[in-house]
């Protein structure tokens, strides 16, 4: 079965500076994942996405996220934040080798990124 | 393509009322998808589809809840009879098997209050 777990709940950092979010995964099998974010009101859009390629994921809006697999991380980062990045971030895992072919998404608790200016 | 599509937006409803989601999934996608998203639970799969038949309702709540898919360009799930704690938002997502490039694409939401 598979379980992530986001570090943090809430994180705050000023306009221009480094956004780190923390995830950590667990997989039974070889894992997919997902960073998803989610505006007000809004519905869920995929920012990046991991399956066996590059272990280092670049997405939209300047976001990239690392696939470390000894440390069962996957953790998103971006070197500059913007007053629009703030929003819900979910990071999720879903299995590769599903026989039914669905990507049965597991999602985190979400990650409120809050920008200062 | 409009994206998946769903509908209400909001619900605000009595409990003990049928409530009915509606959501249309982006055209030639074989897969839809029902997800719940509450405070306490975040977001949980309710059930999914596959070319219009259910494969794994085991994220159904109670046997109040209900999900069809007549065709392949439409859904609803129901709640008869509703509760105070199925207030949520509803989230559909449709995909298209692709492999590794698979990707669920969501719409909006549906705010439900039950009152």
């Known amino acids: 079965a598979q379980s992530v777990t986001q570090l943090d709940s809430h994180v705050s950092v000023s306009e221009g500076t480094p956004v780190l979010l923390r995830c950590n995964y667990s997989s039974s099998y070889s894992p997919s994942l997902f960073w998803y974010v989610q505006h007000p009101n809004k519905g869920l859009q995929l920012l990046l996405k991991?399956?066996?390629?590059?272990?280092l994921v670049k997405g939209i809006n300047g976001f990239e996220a690392e696939f470390k697999k000894s440390e069962t991380s996957f953790h998103l980062t971006k070197p500059s934040a913007h007053m629009s990045d703030a929003a819900e971030y979910f990071c999720?895992?879903?299995?590769?080798?599903?026989?039914?072919?669905?990507?049965?998404?597991?999602f985190g608790q979400g990650t409120r990124l809050t920008i200062n200016p | 393509d409009a994206g998946v599509i769903q509908s209400p937006r909001h619900e605000v409803t009595e409990m003990g009322q049928e409530v009915t989601l509606r959501c249309k999934p982006i055209?030639?996608?074989?897969?839809l998808f029902w997800y719940r998203q509450t405070m306490m639970r975040g977001l949980e799969l309710l059930i999914y589809?596959?070319?219009?038949?259910?494969?794994?309702d085991s994220g159904m709540p109670e046997d109040r809840f209900s999900a069809k898919m007549p065709n392949a360009s439409f859904s609803t799930l129901k709640i008869q009879p509703s509760e105070p704690r199925d207030s949520a938002v509803y989230f559909c997502?449709?995909?298209?098997?692709?492999?590794?490039?698979?990707?669920?694409?969501f719409g909006q939401g549906t705010r439900l209050t039950v009152v």
């Open positions: 991991y399956t066996s390629a590059a272990t």
């Open positions: 055209s030639g996608h074989d897969y």
């Open positions: 999720v895992v879903s299995d590769r080798f599903i026989i039914q072919g669905a990507q049965k998404l597991v």
């Open positions: 589809f596959n070319n219009n038949v259910p494969i794994d």
């Open positions: 997502a449709s995909s298209l098997y692709r492999g590794e490039d698979t990707e669920a694409f």
